[in-house]
């Protein structure tokens, strides 16, 4: 009530509406919110603020200048990559939280592959092993995390370069659609078997976002380094390699070059096809390690098919 002095006596009517009607709201809301509170916890709570560290306190500071060789390392741009990646996985994550846990298996698929779809497969691969009989649900899962993927890229890409998603959206699509086809059949044939819950931490945490936010920065310097040394070949080598860590870095850092107009749109797309199937790759081995062999006959089928589908894309699609 003391701002809304303060600014009545400087002449700023508006203002002291808007935060008349704020604090009149939030007073109203006080045992929904503290229920929320409550609800979600301080872990959680403390990814949300470690988000507004991010987003709020490092990035405005960086300086938005190019450097290192041949410019490609902008900090203020890798740090707002960094931003949007832990944005968009903590919405998924505590979405997750709130409904995810009874929504079923297509909602833990979908919310899996926003949060990571790498940590998705992992921990269900675990749980299938510790339960028997839950392959079904299990295979489904991770296969749906897998095409949401590739919505996830879209999106970014779309954020980042527009008009390059008009180019890289059909060839996209068309992948997204033989996974979503491969999860529809899992999801049928598979919930007979009971689900397991998945184990995802909050993706806020301040040391993952620094090692993206180097990983990002790495991939432009490789990805720069590749297309001046070695051509496209030096491109598809790197986005291979990248794929088997992360999709965001890759995705985001070839979306950055396109808009750029260091490298082409047809190879653009064709270098995140690559990635993906990498990393399908790394996520079926996963499975088969952590997972056991009904898993990775249904895991390991759909990932050949989808694999089979983005290699015949990068060879024939005009």
Same mark, same amino acid.
């Given at each position: 009530?003391?701002g ?9 009517p ?30 959680? %709570?403390?990814a ?13 500071v ?15 741009q890798?740090w ?14 505590m979405?997750?939280k ?7 298996? %297509?909602?833990t +698929? ?9 940590a ?17 649900? #299990?295979?489904?899962?991770i ?6 993927v590739?919505?996830? *890229?879209?999106?970014e ?8 998603l008009?180019v890289? +959206? ?10 979503? #086809? ?15 819950e998945?184990?995802?931490a909050p ?14 920065a790495?991939?432009l ?13 030096? %491109? ?25 107009g260091? *490298?082409?749109?047809?190879?653009g797309?064709r270098?995140?096809v690559? +990635?993906?199937?990498?990393? &399908? ?7 088969? *390690?952590?997972?056991?062999?009904? &898993?990775?006959?249904?895991v390991? #089928?759909a ?16």
């Open positions: 009530m003391f809304v002095g303060c600014t009545i006596g400087l002449g700023q508006l203002a002291a509406v808007i935060l008349t009607g704020a604090v009149g709201s939030l007073l109203h809301w006080k045992t929904p919110l503290h229920a929320f509170v409550h609800r979600v916890g301080a872990q959680d %709570l403390n949300i603020f470690r988000l507004v560290l991010v987003a709020m306190v490092i990035l405005p960086l300086p938005n200048e190019n450097y290192g060789p041949h410019g490609v390392l902008n900090p203020f890798i707002l990559m960094v931003a949007l990646i832990v944005g968009i996985s903590l919405i998924a994550y979405t997750f709130i409904f995810g846990r009874r929504g079923g298996t %297509l909602l +698929g979908i919310l899996g592959g926003l949060i990571s779809s790498t998705t497969t992992f921990s269900y691969a675990r749980n299938v092993r510790r339960a028997p009989g839950s392959e079904g649900p #299990g295979a489904a899962i296969v749906i995390a897998s095409a949401v590739i919505v996830r *890229v879209l999106f890409i779309g954020v980042v370069a527009p008009g390059y008009r890289a +959206g059909p060839p996209l699509g068309i992948l997204f659609g033989v996974l979503a #086809g491969l999860a529809a059949i899992l999801f049928a044939t598979g919930l007979r078997g009971p689900a397991s998945i184990d995802v993706p806020a945490d301040l040391r993952s976002a620094v090692i993206f936010g180097l990983l990002y790495g991939v310097s490789a990805v720069s380094f590749g297309k001046l040394y070695f051509g496209d070949s030096g %491109l598809y080598t790197v986005a291979a390699i990248s794929g088997l860590a992360d999709m965001d870095a890759i995705t985001l850092s070839t979306a950055q070059f396109v808009k750029a260091h *490298v082409a749109p047809d190879d797309w270098m995140v690559v +990635g993906m199937l990498s990393n &399908l790759a790394i996520k079926g081995a996963a499975v088969g *390690v952590l997972g056991d062999r009904r &898993l990775l006959a249904r390991g #089928g990932f050949v098919i989808a694999a089979a589908a983005g290699a015949a894309l990068i060879v024939f699609w005009r």
